[in-house]
Structure formats: C-alpha cells, structure tokens
C-alpha cells in the first residue's frame, strides 16, 4: 500500500476531513489500496499527517457510510471491494454554494390543519419578497401560459444548485418540471413506453404514488427486497428491459445508503440490461452528520440514470414542485411530446422559487434547516429513548425527516400511528420491518414539531403508547 501522504491546503472551504476524504477515496478508485487492506489507525494517521485524532475519525466515517471501506471490531477499517467502474468520475468537492451562474433577469396526503408545524423551518418574508418582485418587475411574463417543460429561470437555477451541491452534470434542455413526484413519474412511463421500456423494478417497500404511477399505466411491476445496503441487486431481471426505481443515499422505510460499490454494480446490470435507473433523491440534502452522499447520476454514466429531485421537504407543504434530469436520450423523446402537455405547477411559484435560489435565500435556508432538523433529530431520539424505558428503539438517526421506531406494545400498528396523528405527527406503518410478533414499526416524521415542544410531544406519545 502506498502512503497516505494528502496534500492539504490551507482553505477554509474545503475543511481537513474533507480533504483526506477526498485523497483516501482517490487512492480506492485508482486502485493504490487494494480490497481488504487495512487502513492506519487513527492515531498513527494523525501522526503521519499532523491531523487531529477527530479529523481523521471524520475522513473515515464519510469513508464508511459510502461503503468505500469497512470496519471491524478491536481490528479497525479495511478497504472495500470496487469493481471495474471505479475509473468512473464523481465530483468530490460537493457543497452548496452561494454562487451564481446565471442571471435571473436573462433568464426569467396530510391534512395540514391536523398537523403540528414550526414556524422556523422556513422565512416566508424572503419568499414573499422574491414573490412581489417577481409581481412587480417581470408581471409581463405572467399573461403568457408556462412553459411545458418547466419556466427556463428555475430550469437553469437547478441546473447550477444540481452541479455544485449533488455533482450532477445537466443542461436546463435535460431537466423536466411537474407538480410532484407522481405527475413527473406519469409523464416519465410515457417516454419509457416510448423507448420500448413496459418493465418497472420498485424497492420493497415501495412509495405507493409512483407504484400507482406505473401500475395505472399497465408497466409490469417486480418489487425487490431493499436490505441494510440497499437494493438486492441480484433480484432484478436480466434480460427484461426495465427500469429500477431507487433511493440510494437515503431509503424512506429503512434509512438504508446504498455502498458505492452496490451503486457501480447497479450501473453494470442497467449497462448489461439496455435499462434505465431511476434515482429518487430524496431528502438527499438533509444529512446531518457528515457531508452529504454523492448523487448515483454523479457517477460517470449517467446516460443510464433519471434523476429525481424535489422541493416538497424543504420548502413549504404548499409548493408541489419536482424535476427530473433526463439522459440527452430521453430528453430528445421529450421534446417531441412536450406539446401534448400543459404545465401544471404555478408560473408565479416558478419564477419566485427561481428568484429565491438565485439569490442565495435557498442555499441559506437550507443551511439553516440542516442545523434545524439535526437538533429535532438527536432531540426527540434522546426524549424517546430516556423516557420510554427502554420499550422503544430508535432508528434511521442521521438523515431526512422522519425517524424509524419499532416499539413492544400491546397495540396494533394501525392504533400507534392513530395515537400518533392525534398528537400532530404525521406517521406511516413500516412495512418492512421484520419483527417479532409483540413489536411493532412506525415511521414518525419529526421535522414540522417545533423544537421547544419536542419534551412534551414525545411524553404524551410515550403515554398514549403505554396504555
């Protein structure tokens, strides 16, 4: 193995960890440590570089929760199996940035009544002052119908937010703009079936608006078992083309990541399959605890993959805007029906969503947001956990906005996530769980509970819970 020796700049953007990270991952890829090999200690690493023991143990655990390397108890961290893909180009100095490419002025099922809401997740006098500006300055655009593909102010905003913040490659011609997820999956089965693609891959469990998506369109369905690491790669069909739908860097029912190495396996059975991969990146954002995870369509061919992306989760309930990025293929099929389509989200929230990001009042927010819902998270995780006694068990605690708890009580699922609902939090059945006859599942989602009432919230569920 060749020595670990990072050149490390002096820059106060791109901090130590994520410098070393970057260098150790670099090494992997290029093949200087090969698979099984032992990684130095912590300590003898941050003597060899003059690091500290913390940013060492930083550098590994972005390592680790890629899948780039494994540890092992009293032994330390090895270096995992990548295949020939590894050569693939992934952008490494991924954040969100305040920089702007591009002019705007060039470019111009819960009930919310019954649910809990905090007022700090977003400033609505920023958006409203994009809004108004919009209104006054550029009125004129408003007399004109959308467009079908999505206002090219907002096409080229999430282009450049895609590039520096997920490491996605596009042009605004690729990106696609609908009302929700399952309005931009239903025009995605047209050009499927365009392609001569009637076979869909959906991880079990799967999010039943895309299925209904597919399943009113008459795609053949096969659900694959999603594991700890993701989906099981070897379930897919072989010689079906098909597209596979998954959520690699934060799976809604098992919080699982996808290991990089899964990721370029999952690549090769689309390659070897002429299919397609449909990556939801949901919540891709929201990871608190270490940088986020690389996108799969930053991976080097991203002809293969159908980028998803929505605002739903860190803006504001009311504004139903998605996208997806497609591959130049499809993006060329788009073209040639994107008549037969009116647009179905706001003009107004387009151009203001558009204006919100290119002046940095997105990135800012979302900043905020992390550090938000990161204090939520290890809130109401520290609140059940102490307070219940031991018969709940929190999971899924570095990521997105909700929680996995698997609780041991005399109740049914259906009447926990009653108990639940009447308290504000909206909540699902997780039906992938695997659990003993006495426990039951339930995905509680945290981040509308306002911070100073996390305590009493998690007391009356706990109480509601017991009896």
């Given at each position: 193995m060749k020595a670990i020796v990072p050149v490390l700049e002096e820059n106060k953007k791109k901090p130590y960890y994520l410098q070393l990270y970057n260098h150790i991952k670099r090494m992997i890829l290029d093949g200087d440590i090969n698979a099984d090999e032992k990684l130095p200690s912590l300590r003898s690493l941050a003597k060899s570089t003059s690091l500290s023991i913390t940013t060492i143990e930083q550098a590994y655990n972005q390592l680790l929760v890629e899948g780039y390397i494994y540890s092992k108890a009293n032994s330390g961290y090895y270096v995992n199996s990548i295949n020939a893909f590894s050569n693939s180009t992934v952008r490494t100095d991924l954040s969100i940035s305040d920089e702007k490419v591009s002019s705007f002025e060039q470019t111009v099922t819960l009930e919310t009544s019954k649910m809990q809401y905090d007022t700090d997740?977003?400033?609505?006098?920023?958006?409203?002052?994009?809004?108004?500006?919009?209104?006054?300055?550029?009125?004129?655009?408003?007399?004109?119908?959308?467009?079908?593909?999505?206002?090219l102010s907002l096409r080229n905003e999430i282009a450049n937010y895609l590039y520096l913040s997920r490491g996605v490659e596009c042009s605004p011609a690729q990106i696609v703009i609908g009302a929700g997820t399952q309005q931009i999956t239903t025009q995605l089965a047209v050009l499927l079936r365009r392609q001569g693609i009637e076979h869909v891959a959906l991880e079990t469990p799967a999010y039943q608006p895309v299925k209904s998506a597919f399943r009113d369109r008459r795609f053949?369905?096969?659900?694959v078992p999603s594991t700890g690491k993701g989906l099981t790669i070897e379930k897919l069909p072989a010689n079906i083309r098909t597209a596979a739908y998954v959520s690699p860097s934060n799976n809604a029912f098992t919080g699982a990541v996808m290991p990089i190495s899964r990721r370029y396996e999952l690549i090769a059975w689309a390659n070897n399959n002429d299919s397609y991969i449909i990556e939801d990146d949901y919540d891709s954002e929201l990871r608190y605890f270490g940088r986020p995870i690389p996108s799969l369509k930053s991976l080097n061919d991203s002809e293969r993959v159908i980028y998803l992306g929505s605002f739903s989760s860190t803006l504001f309930a009311a504004v139903k805007i998605s996208y997806m990025v497609l591959p130049l293929s499809l993006s060329e099929e788009f073209n040639k029906i994107a008549h037969e389509?009116?647009?179905?989200?706001?003009?107004?929230?387009?151009?203001?969503?558009?204006?919100?990001?290119?002046?940095?009042?997105?990135?800012?927010?979302?900043?905020?947001?992390?550090?938000?819902?990161?204090?939520?998270?290890?809130?109401?995780?520290?609140?059940?956990?102490?307070?219940?006694?031991?018969?709940?068990?929190?999971?899924?605690?570095?990521?997105?906005?909700?929680?996995?708890?698997?609780v041991d009580s005399n109740k049914s699922t259906e009447e926990l996530k009653r108990d639940a609902e009447a308290l504000g939090i909206p909540a699902i059945i997780n039906q992938s769980a695997k659990l003993d006859s006495d426990t039951k599942s339930i995905i509680l989602y945290y981040n509308q509970i306002p911070l100073d009432e996390i305590s009493s919230v998690a007391a009356g569920l706990i109480s509601s819970w017991r009896s």
């Open positions: 997740c977003f400033d609505f006098n920023k958006w409203k002052k994009c809004m108004n500006r919009v209104i006054n300055d550029f009125s004129y655009q408003l007399h004109f119908e959308g467009d079908p593909q999505g206002e053949a369905i096969t659900e389509y009116s647009q179905t989200c706001s003009k107004l929230e387009q151009m203001t969503l558009a204006m919100f990001m290119n002046t940095g009042y997105y990135q800012t927010h979302i900043k905020k947001l992390r550090k938000l819902y990161s204090s939520k998270l290890t809130k109401i995780a520290d609140e059940l956990s102490k307070q219940s006694d031991g018969f709940i068990n929190v999971r899924n605690t570095a990521s997105g906005i909700n929680i996995i708890v698997d």
